[in-house]
């Protein structure tokens, strides 16, 4: 062998290690970077489809990868979401419930409790409904629809996809969920006192009940939140961010208790006084297909190790360089 055929086969072996070793630390980890296993993340992407009517718009994903498939639907109208859960796609639900924004309010604190000024009652402009695509932080495809109230002080935006994905700059949305943003502005006080609150009506398959946390928060993948339980189980399908932002600055929300009302059980969320409000939540469900799949053991490549990496390729630059001497020292014997 001569020396020029050995170094152009060390150069060869070089580059391939150069090229297939990130390949496989990419197939094996995070590629883009949103905290979820590549594999993972594919395994539990989900069929997403949308469609719009003169009163809202409907959000159904069904599972791939599980036996049987499950399904969620979440749809949006005459102001409120309802949501189900199907075990298997092609069954009837097992899991309901119904979220409304249903009033405005001003509120003061007296002697510890809130008091109300003034309300609102919500109508939707439908009419107002927007649909369009973006790209998440992550690069994954987003679907999102936004709706404007009648008064156009509360504007709600609620965001889909297919797969796990950074959304909103850092926040990551499961794909058995979707992102409701609330914003409420253009709110005329009639207090110096007062602050605004946005009333939510909860009714479902079971009593809801407030938890001091989410499962999303309990899996990792969220922090600071809180979250309604609707099922019989302890399945949280309802979720919002303990903190809002208030003309660009951070204020802790105050989550009233849950109350009986006319429709099933209320509770209010208190926010910093502000003409600008931005409250981030969730809705969805708890998918058992999902789970399956995420529960399952799996085998796991080895990542990219750079120190590993640079002994390899040291140690086939010694053997090629012994083979080249070893060549050499039988030509001259």
Not at 161 to 173: I, K, M, S, W
Not at 241 to 250: F, I, L, P
Not at 254 to 274: K, Q
Request: cysteine-free; aromatic content about 8%; proline content about 4%.
């Amino acid at each position: 062998m001569s020396s020029l055929l050995a170094m152009r086969r060390f150069a060869f072996l070089a580059a391939t290690a150069l090229l297939v070793s990130p390949m496989l630390a990419a197939a094996s980890g995070d590629s883009d970077g949103d905290g979820i296993p590549d594999d993972l993340e594919a395994s539990t992407a989900r069929n997403v489809y949308v469609h719009e009517s003169p009163t809202g718009f409907a959000i159904r994903s069904r599972s791939i990868s599980a036996v049987p498939e499950d399904a969620v639907a979440i749809a949006f109208s005459d102001g409120r979401f309802t949501v189900e859960y199907f075990p298997s796609s092609s069954g009837p639900a097992t899991v309901s419930y119904q979220l409304e924004f249903r009033r405005i309010l001003e509120v003061y604190r007296e002697n510890g409790v809130w008091k109300e000024e003034d309300r609102s009652d919500l109508s939707w402009d439908y009419s107002s409904v927007r649909e369009s695509e973006v790209r998440t932080t992550d690069g994954e495809h987003e679907v999102v629809y936004e709706v404007t109230s009648a008064s156009g002080t509360v504007t709600v935006t609620v965001g889909s996809t297919n797969r796990f994905a950074r959304v909103g700059g850092d926040r990551l949305l499961s794909p058995m969920e979707v992102t409701v943003d609330v914003v409420i502005q253009g709110w005329n006080y009639s207090r110096l006192d007062s602050r605004i609150a946005l009333q939510v009506e909860i009714n479902g398959t079971g009593m809801p009940r407030v938890d001091d946390t989410s499962d999303d928060e309990t899996a990792g993948w969220a922090s600071n939140e809180a979250s309604v339980k609707v099922s019989s189980g302890g399945d949280s399908l309802f979720s919002w961010d303990r903190t809002a932002t208030v003309d660009g600055v951070s204020s802790p929300v105050d989550a009233t208790p849950l109350e009986p009302s006319g429709g099933g059980r209320e509770m209010n969320f208190v926010y910093g006084r502000g003409n600008v409000i931005v409250h981030d939540a969730k809705v969805g469900a708890v998918s058992n297909a999902f789970w399956s799949i995420w529960s399952h053991p799996r085998t796991t490549a080895p990542a990219f190790d750079a120190t590993i990496y640079v002994l390899g390729i040291g140690v086939a630059a010694g053997l090629v360089g012994v083979t080249v001497f070893l060549r050499r020292r039988r030509r001259v014997e």
